[in-house]
């Protein structure tokens, strides 16, 4: 049996920050010395991206409850940051749900199961009760949340489609990922803290996924193996703390260093032991944690520029929005066309721990999917 994404939607909220702009307004923050002044503008200027969306309107210009009259950060608590992810969250992965669904051709009627995956805010019932609610899907589907997995989030819970699909073959399962990073941004001569309010955003990404037959005309992609592996170290330099002011990001600069290191080892794993990445691979979805993990990954793998193209124009456009990125480059391979039919794709995803989390997938054109479904998909560290 095969399990497919049928398609994929994407949604970001109206508000588009310019790199350039967002930089400016951080260094001209209350207390911001010469030192802190230029950790931000080399964090800024060497991100690689040029602009990213947010929901937080008064850092495009005005005031409100992140930014006083002066334009100067406020500290909101934790409470009140999850209570802006509560009434904005919903409209994200419901934009984002419906756009898969129209794309696939699929009724919210439809729909079986929902799995959602998100790490910047908590509230119950969830985003999974949410999308239930608001897009019509019937009150029986039933319903999973991954939360707190971070930026590997995406593999995980399409793996949990795909495994309710091979328990359930008639299951057509909504599987949605929702960031609003910006919510715990804040002023801090932190290096660590800088990075992070340079690189994080917000936006959703929705994938329908089933072993039932296609029905547009459009591309999809076949599921294969997905594997998860542990660095050996890292747990101290990825995590993901709640605290009184917000949640917490450490990502310290060691952790493109260990990517970069253990990388190459991760991959044989997922290709086989003697599979040359460069030949067993049509097109890479890797997960643009920041320029410099893209740099390692590029580097440990010895793959040429064109390789993480994607990627890095997901990064420039988007920035990073945690589960949801991985997604968006899916899917601007499902728009672009110029992958041919049975191309092979590797996806690799990284989160708190260091976790790095694999996918294989297969694109398939419409005129081969009545064939492709009797093909099994790769084979590779854990075969669905």
């Known amino acids: 049996m095969v399990t497919r994404i049928h398609s994929i939607g994407t949604a970001t909220p109206k508000y588009r920050l310019s790199q350039a702009a967002t930089r400016d307004f951080f260094i001209g923050q209350p207390g911001v010395d010469r030192l802190t002044s230029r950790l931000i503008g080399a964090a800024f200027d060497h991100s690689a991206i040029e602009g990213r969306y947010t929901v937080i309107g008064e850092l495009t210009g005005g005031a409100g409850p992140f930014v006083d009259d002066s334009g100067a950060l406020r500290v909101p608590t934790t409470g009140e940051r999850n209570a802006v992810y509560r009434s904005e969250a919903p409209a994200l992965f419901a934009a984002a749900a419906r756009g898969a669904l129209e794309r696939a051709g699929v009724s919210v009627t439809e729909v079986t199961h929902v799995v959602t995956a998100s790490c910047t805010g908590f509230f119950a019932p969830g985003p999974d009760f949410k999308l239930v609610q608001d897009l019509g899907i019937p009150p029986t589907a039933q319903r999973v949340h991954i939360g707190f997995m971070g930026c590997a989030a995406a593999f995980p819970a399409l793996r949990t489609a795909a495994h309710i699909c ?219």
């Open 166 to 384: 091979a328990a359930q073959p008639d299951a057509v399962v909504l599987v949605a990922c929702g960031e609003i990073c910006s919510l715990h941004i804040r002023a801090s001569s932190d290096p660590e803290q800088i990075v992070a309010s340079a690189v994080f955003a917000d936006g959703a990404a929705a994938a329908i996924v089933s072993a039932t037959p296609a029905r547009s005309d459009s591309p999809v992609i076949e599921m294969g193996a997905f594997g998860t592996a542990i660095t050996s170290d890292g747990e101290s330099d990825m995590d993901w703390t709640i605290g009184d002011q917000g949640f917490e990001m450490r990502l310290t600069s060691e952790v493109p260093r260990i990517i970069g290191r253990e990388i190459a080892g991760v991959v044989r794993s997922m290709l086989g032991e003697n599979a040359n990445p460069t030949d067993s691979v049509d097109a890479w979805a890797v997960h643009p944690g920041g320029r410099s993990v893209l740099d390692r990954v590029q580097a440990g793998l010895g793959l040429p520029d064109s390789a993480l193209d994607d990627s890095r124009a997901v990064l420039r456009n988007y920035g990073n929005m945690s589960s949801a990125t991985v997604l968006f480059i899916l899917q601007r391979m499902l728009a672009a066309g110029s992958l041919n039919d049975g191309a092979q794709i590797a996806g690799l995803a990284f989160g708190p721990g260091l976790t790095v989390e694999t996918a294989r997938f297969t694109l398939r054109a419409p005129h081969t999917l009545s064939a492709a479904s009797t093909r099994a998909p790769p084979q590779g560290a854990e075969a669905q």
